[in-house]
Nanobody
Framework: QVQLVESGGGLVQAGGSLRLSCAAS????????MGWFRQAPGKEREFVAGITWNGAGTNYLDSVKGRFFISRDNAKNTVYLQMNSLKPEDTAVYYC????????????????WGQGTQVTVSS
């Protein structure tokens, strides 16, 4: 069973930036697509960004396109989410997730979740 551990969340003012990291255990990291989801209070968990196993392809939630950027380092078993121009509506718990493909991530067919990291954007 893989373990996914997120870090990098925090409190930031609107317009600021944060970079989230997700470190994965095990030797199969490079075989899987990875993604980020978020869940705000009272709302359902939503797909934010996904990246293919080799980093060649990415996909984003429309509302974060051009502001958020997902990347991965397979040598470090780590996936990142660079978040720029943050808005108060980006406030949520952000979760790292693993699946076979980015398409699977987008339909929430996830086989492993991280514990989540809080991102709070003040206005």
């Amino acid at each position: 069973q893989v373990q996914l551990v997120e870090s990098g969340g925090g409190l930031v003012q609107a317009g600021g930036s944060l970079r989230l990291s997700c470190a994965a255990s095990g030797r199969t990291f490079s075989s899987y697509a990875m993604g980020w989801f978020r869940q705000a209070p009272g709302k359902e968990r939503e797909f934010v960004a996904g990246i293919t196993w080799n980093g060649a392809g990415t996909n984003y939630l429309d509302s974060v396109k051009g502001r958020f950027f997902i990347s991965r380092d397979n040598a470090k078993n780590t996936v990142y989410l660079q978040m720029n121009s943050l808005k108060p509506e980006d406030t949520a718990v952000y979760y790292c997730a693993r699946s076979i493909t980015v398409s699977s991530l987008k339909t929430h067919r996830v086989d492993s979740w991280g514990q989540g990291t809080q991102v709070t954007v003040s206005s």
